[in-house]
Every structure is written in structure tokens, then in C-alpha cells.
């Protein structure tokens, strides 16, 4: 049974760029949170999906945008991107909306140049 | 809004000793849920113990246990027996049971070095 898995595991991009990052949760799981996690930081709540909708968000500004497939594949886009960007974004799935099983994936680590 | 504290930004112990790492939180809420996960240089993030804040029991799996102070707002982590794989950052988690979506409030992380 593949865990949650995420790619790419690694990105560098350029300032004001564009980015997807895809997640594909645990099988059986339907919920798909995103967080990002600075260097040396816990990790920060950007957006939950749940039946293809974003169900709460976190203090991210709206270059940060998402989408939950009918497989309930997760994508995250980051617009115009920032040095400030450069981190670790973790994806948690879970079953039913509710995240006290969260399995998370490995991350993808952005580098923003 | 919900925040979490670890105050202890690096700790190492020998093999086999036994070490306890701290985590204070703050909410105004009543139901909620607890966690530890620990993040190897893998970067995954993995549950170590999750404590129900209803529970009065403190939860334990194998090596590891919790000393959850509900009036303290207090969360500690006690590793046993310390093992050289359990060398990894540390996060302690809130969660808020009722309404919404669900997330998870991480505190800063405690890297643990435990040393052969």
C-alpha cells in the first residue's frame, strides 16, 4: 500500500515564477492538507481540501492556490513567486475531513533563487 | 488563536538513557487532540503518540509516553530506552476537535541527538 507521495521532491525556481507541486494521498484517504515548513520551523497550515473543496485555509496571501481531483490528488500552486517561498511543503491526507490520522508524504523542498 | 510552545531547541543524550522533551499550549477550548511527530532527515513526518484531551490516561506506545497537565496546558514527551534511530527533530501538535476543518498547530521542534 503506497504511503502519500509527493513530487517533485525537489524544485529551484526562479523569483516570480510559477510552481505546481502534486500530492496523491494514502489509498482509502479522501482529505488533503497542505503545510509549509520553513528552514528550522515547524511546519504552518496552508489549506485543506476535502470532496474537492478547499475547506479552511491558513494566513497564506492568495498566490497560494489549490485543487483536489476526483481521485483526490491534491495539486498547490504558488504564483509570483518570493525568496521567502524557498521552504519544505508537506502534504498530510487523512479519511473523512478529519486529520487525527494524518499520514504525511516526504515533501517537496522548494528553492526560490 | 491556538499556539505551541517547545522551549527546548536541542537536546542529546546517551544510548539507552531516557529524555523528555517539553511542550506547552495554549486554547481556550475543551475538546481537542495532542500530538508528537518526528521528522528524520527524510523529512517525513511521523506520529509518535496522540493524546485525546478528554482522556485522562496518559498514552503510551511501547517506548514512548506523555505527560499530559490539562490545567498546565503541559504535553511532554518522554522517549525510554533512547535508541540511535530515534535521533530526529521532534514536534509537538494541537488539533481542535470541534467544527470546521481540521489542522494541525506545530510548535518549533526540538532536534534530539542521541549518542552512541
Known amino acids: 500500500d503506497a504511503g502519500v507521495t509527493q513530487s517533485p521532491t525537489h524544485l529551484i525556481k526562479t523569483r516570480g515564477q510559477q510552481v505546481t507541486l502534486r500530492c496523491s494521498p494514502k489509498?482509502?484517504?479522501?482529505?488533503v492538507s497542505w503545510y509549509q515548513q520553513a528552514l528550522g520551523q515547524g511546519p504552518q497550515f496552508i489549506f485543506q481540501?476535502?470532496?474537492?473543496?478547499?475547506?479552511q485555509r491558513g494566513n497564506f496571501p492568495d498566490r497560494f492556490s489549490g485543487h483536489q481531483f476526483p481521485n483526490y490528488s491534491s495539486e498547490l500552486n504558488v504564483n509570483a513567486l518570493l525568496l521567502g517561498d524557498s521552504a519544505l511543503y508537506l502534504c498530510?491526507?487523512?479519511?473523512?475531513?478529519?486529520?487525527?490520522?494524518?499520514?504525511f508524504g516526504q515533501g517537496t523542498r522548494l528553492t526560490v533563487v | 488563536a491556538q499556539t505551541v510552545t517547545q522551549s527546548q531547541p536541542e537536546m542529546s543524550v546517551q544510548e539507552a538513557e531516557t529524555v523528555t522533551l517539553s511542550c506547552t499550549y495554549d486554547?481556550?477550548?475543551?475538546?481537542?487532540?495532542l500530538f508528537w511527530y518526528k521528522q528524520p532527515p527524510s523529512r517525513q513526518m511521523i506520529l509518535v503518540i496522540r493524546?485525546?484531551?478528554?482522556?485522562?490516561q496518559n498514552a503510551t506506545e511501547n517506548r514512548f509516553s506523555v505527560n499530559f497537565q490539562k490545567a498546565a496546558k503541559s504535553f511532554s514527551l518522554k522517549i525510554s530506552d533512547s535508541q540511535l534511530g530515534d535521533t530526529a527533530m521532534y514536534f509537538c501538535?494541537?488539533?481542535?476537535?470541534?467544527?470546521?476543518?481540521?489542522?494541525?498547530?506545530f510548535g518549533q521542534g526540538t532536534r534530539l541527538t542521541i549518542n552512541p
Open positions: 498530510a491526507s487523512s479519511r473523512g475531513g478529519r486529520v487525527t490520522e494524518a499520514f
Open positions: 489509498s482509502g484517504h479522501d482529505t
Open positions: 481540501y476535502y470532496e474537492e473543496e478547499e475547506r
Open positions: 486554547t481556550s477550548e475543551n475538546n481537542y487532540y
Open positions: 493524546q485525546e484531551a478528554y482522556k485522562q
Open positions: 501538535a494541537f488539533m481542535n476537535v470541534m467544527g470546521g476543518a481540521q489542522k494541525l498547530v
